[in-house]
Structures are given as C-alpha cells and as structure tokens.
C-alpha cells in the first residue's frame, strides 16, 4: 500500500473512531446528567413563578451545550472519514474499491445529518421556547414547548443509538481493512510502498 493510501487509511480509521467516541460519550452524558440533576432538585430564585420542574431547564442547557460541541467534533470527524474513503477509492491501482467502508462512512454521516440538521434545531427551538416561558413564569406556554421537546426525545434517543452503531461498525470494519491490507507495516517490517 502506497503512502497516500497509508494515510487515507489511517485518516479513516482516526476519523470513525473519534465519531463513535464522541456521538457515544454525548448519549452517556445526556443519560448521566439528566437523571443527577433532577436528584439534585435545584430550584432557580430568576424562574420563581415556573411551577413545573427546574431541574429540567438546567440539565437542558448543560447538555444543549454538548451537543453543539459534539455535533461540531462529530461533523468534522465524518467529513475527515469521507475524504480518508474517497482518496481510498480513487487512488492509483486500488484492485478492489472500499464499497463497505464508503457505505458506512454515508450511513452514518446520513444519520448524523438526519440528528444535527433536521431534528436537533427543532429541539433547540422547542427548548428556548420552554426556558423562556419558564423565565416568564408563563407556565402553559412552557408546559406546551417541553411538551413538543419531549415528543422528539424518543426520536433522537433512536438517531444517537443508530448513528453510535454505524460509527462503531465504520470504526471496525476500516480498522480491520487497513490491518488486513498492511497501510500499518508489522513492527520491523519493510514497510516498502506497495
């Protein structure tokens, strides 16, 4: 394997790996947060005429923000993945093409892109909506947004599960490759250009 197939490869795998940590940490954050926080029942003095429960509003906006993070690392590390499997595809005297790899690198960038484009702004939307008329103290018209937020829940708990499991299956199936087609030469190996 040549060096910019090396590279590719590498690239690849880095990549995949990086969006299955990040898209699996982001769900056990969420899933650790929430929980804690509503154990914790914080009461927030500024939202004092909200009836509903506060601890929701202030896990909301912690895990809102790792989500932005992780939707950024994620989109950048699946961009990286396409480009690793692109270059694998185009390269010189490539004998078989990584039709496997290039599948799963646009599932699950199709996945993510389903999460963080489509479905991820409706929720924010709904959840600036609740803060605000938590802070108001106008309660039906909280109790209506986080009743929208929560009706996409189970939706995007499914996109995070699903695009965990693409990413991980990305992420072993091109470290898999690049070790089977030696992109990483044995230690003391030749490591001639082939």
């Not at 790996?17 to 940490?25: K, L, N, P």
């Not at 914080?42 to 202030?58: E, K």
Request: hydrophobic fraction near 55%.
């Amino acid at each position: 394997m040549n060096r910019i197939a090396r590279v590719a490869s590498t690239l690849l795998v880095v990549c995949a790996g990086v969006a299955f940590g990040v898209v699996a940490m982001t769900g056990v954050v969420a899933a650790v947060v929430f929980p804690t926080v509503r154990d914790l029942g914080p009461v927030l003095p500024d939202h004092a005429s909200y009836t509903g429960p506060h601890w929701s509003l202030v896990a909301g906006v912690v895990a809102e923000g790792v989500f932005r993070i992780g939707f950024v690392v994620v989109g950048v590390a699946l961009f990286g993945a396409l480009v690793g499997v692109l270059v694998l595809a185009v390269r010189r005297g490539a004998r078989r093409l990584p039709v496997v790899r290039l599948g799963l690198v646009l599932v699950t960038l199709g996945l993510f892109l389903t999460h963080a484009g489509w479905l991820q702004p409706r929720m924010n939307e709904a959840a600036s909506e609740y803060r605000d008329a938590a802070v108001a103290g106008d309660n039906d018209r909280a109790s209506e947004a986080k009743s929208r937020f929560d009706s996409m829940h189970p939706t995007a708990s499914r996109l995070i599960g699903a695009t965990t499991i693409a990413a991980l299956l990305l992420f072993v199936c091109s470290a898999w490759a690049a070790t089977e087609r030696g992109a990483w030469p044995a230690r003391g190996g030749d490591g001639d250009d082939r």
